[in-house]
């Protein structure tokens, strides 16, 4: 037999309760290079965050950024807390660091309900919310938070600035999300024909969104024919996400990085279910040749609850499921880790609870031990 293909992943668990979800995701990872003797997941874990500053005095070392240019992805946990109030440089400057390395241009994060019995700890009607599924895709790297910045006493301004080609390379990854996510649904029911990419901007009102409109729509039609372009003015899409967040099921929300900041929050306040969200900030588009990525949950390190054992795992499970399938292009390891996360949430353990962290109104633990039998749909894993 042939070698196999290595995949290297710069692990970096972080603060808190970074290494505690960390070590559960691993072992989910184990899981999948078991079921596949091709791959192997060749694993470097090293420090970013506050744990950086207490050992190297910043929060990401150029032995780090070097370290994340030169492997396939990084799993990353989260990072700062308390003890780091006031550090200069922040522990969370370590993140931003890293994504300006590896240019990771493209932040997705997932709006999804889960299963059925987690509507509850959203703020919307159950009968609005159930079976919402929806990708915001945030332009990361551009826009106003990163033009020139002047600030006087009495005046100050962010300069809001994008070139076509930004858009572009967006859209493209925009573009390739809503295939997958269409890809992924059964025919029939509220399926549309094609895959769909709603874009959010204020063309009403800035010239940036008036580029972002223009630029997206000439690459969708040059070069995206195969994938149906919604446009939506941001605060509008605001609105409609509230009112009605399954209209955007299956689709990706293609958005700058000031919308998309607001955007995206939005959408995880949508679930109420902080502990299950994972996000990916993406340096490619998926499917065209090696696609770095950064996967972490969107929880911060949740000090209040760490090194208890409490925090709940499924976020950076997630991402690892997201790694697998943006990076990697295993999207039967990445469904079949999701179908697993499910099961679990669902399953009942001996006192008729389902098996779920303090979060979401269980007892289980971050670590255990469950014995769920393997179901025969997702093997070999
Ligand atoms: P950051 O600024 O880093 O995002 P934050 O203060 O906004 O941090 P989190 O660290 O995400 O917030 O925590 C917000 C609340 O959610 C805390 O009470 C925390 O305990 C809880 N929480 C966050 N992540 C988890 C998790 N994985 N499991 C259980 N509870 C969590
Ligand atoms: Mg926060």
């Given at each position: 037999m042939s070698a196999p293909k290595t995949l290297r992943i710069l692990v970096l668990p972080g603060d808190h309760v970074g290494p505690e979800i960390m070590a559960e995701a691993l072992k989910v990872l184990d899981v999948v290079e078991q079921s596949r003797p091709d791959l192997r997941f060749q694993r470097d874990t090293d420090l970013v965050?506050?744990?950086?500053?207490?050992?190297?005095?910043?929060?990401?070392t150029d032995v780090v950024l070097e370290k994340a240019l030169d492997s396939d992805a990084v799993l990353f946990g989260s990072i700062g807390g308390p003890e780091w109030a006031g550090a200069q440089p922040t522990p969370e400057s370590g993140l931003l660091e890293l994504r300006r390395k590896l240019n990771a241009f493209a932040n997705l994060r997932p709006c999804e309900i889960l299963v059925p019995s987690l509507v509850g700890a959203s703020p919307i009607r159950p009968e609005l919310v159930a079976g919402t599924k929806f990708i915001v895709v945030r332009e990361n790297c551009g826009g106003a938070y990163f033009g020139e910045k002047r600030e006087e006493t009495d005046q100050a301004s962010d300069l809001w600035v994008y070139s076509r080609s930004e858009v572009e390379r967006l859209a493209q990854v925009s573009a390739a999300v809503a295939r997958m996510l269409h890809a992924s649904i059964a025919g029939g029911g509220d399926k549309s024909p094609k895959p769909v990419v709603w874009s959010a901007d204020k063309a009403n009102v800035l010239a940036s969104g008036r580029l972002w409109r223009r630029a997206t729509s000439d690459i969708f039609q040059r070069e995206i024919p195969d994938v149906e372009l919604r446009h939506q003015l941001a605060d509008s899409m605001a609105m409609l996400m509230v009112k009605n967040p399954r209209q955007f099921n299956h689709s990706a929300i293609h958005t700058d990085?000031?919308?998309?900041?607001?955007?995206?929050?939005?959408?995880?306040g949508i679930t109420g279910t902080l502990g299950v969200l994972p996000s990916a900030s993406l340096a490619g588009v998926p499917g065209d040749g090696s696609c770095k990525g950064i996967y972490e949950p969107v929880h911060g390190s949740a000090p209040d609850i760490s090194g208890k054992g409490l925090a709940n795992p499924v976020a950076q499970i997630l991402s690892v499921a997201m790694m697998l399938r943006y990076s990697f292009l295993l999207e039967e390891e990445a469904a079949a880790i999701e179908q697993a996360v499910i099961k679990v949430l669902d399953s009942k353990d001996n006192g008729g609870l389902a098996i779920r962290t303090g979060d979401l109104g269980g007892k289980a633990r971050c670590s255990e031990q469950l014995g769920l039998p393997i179901p025969s749909s997702i093997e070999p894993l």
């Open positions: 965050g506050g744990c950086s500053i207490d050992k190297h005095g910043v929060p990401v990085n000031t919308f998309g900041d607001i955007l995206s929050d939005i959408s995880g």
